[in-house]
């Protein structure tokens, strides 16, 4: 078919086009669907040690830019993202008893409801949801002390937190 002299028009989306309130929900989805961090540049990481302990773990500083000071037992530091929607914890807790992470793990109690459980005779990791949030646990026998991560993080955001999560599990390590 030939076009015979007429204007050829081609379908393209001009921002002039789009409604104003249709743009804002573009806008919205774009910036839902983004990985973390929000921004185009890499999760820049460092590698964290409690010096009471051996315990080490890379830490996204991108991500976690907020000092929260002292967890409320054992050794470490605890962190937040700069709109506090998520935590991160980076722990060693005394095991005076030599407990087995099974038994340590069965001490702490832990909910019923956990989703998921994996436990061997060197570490342990629980995780579920509770308020919105994903919890996540991770502890690693170190001898005199269980050397932990425990972070927290929007359910909702679960798909981009993956990776990161799994890089600071895979990492926590007693030199």
């Not at 929260?68 to 050794?75: I, Q, R, S």
């Amino acid at each position: 078919m030939r076009n015979e002299g007429r204007p050829t028009r081609l379908l393209c989306w001009r921002p002039e086009t789009i409604p104003m309130r249709l743009q804002y929900h573009f806008i919205a989805l774009a910036l839902t669907l983004s990985p973390l961090p929000a921004s185009a540049d890499p999760i820049a990481w460092q590698r964290f040690a409690v010096p009471e302990t051996s315990a080490a773990v890379d830490i996204p500083t991108t991500i976690f830019t907020e000092d929260a000071g002292k967890p409320t037992t054992g050794y470490g530091r605890r962190f937040l993202t700069s709109d506090g929607r998520a935590d991160l914890t980076v722990q060693s807790v005394p095991n005076d008893a030599g407990d087995s992470p099974a038994v340590f793990l069965a001490k702490m109690n832990p909910p019923s409801n956990i989703v998921y459980k994996r436990v061997t005779p060197r570490f342990f990791v629980v995780s579920s949801f509770r308020k919105g949030k994903v919890w996540y646990n991770r502890c690693n026998f170190g001898g005199r002390f269980m050397n932990c991560v425990l972070i927290n993080y929007p359910a909702a955001e679960k798909p981009q937190w993956d990776s990161v999560v799994t890089r600071i599990s895979n990492t926590l390590a007693s030199r």
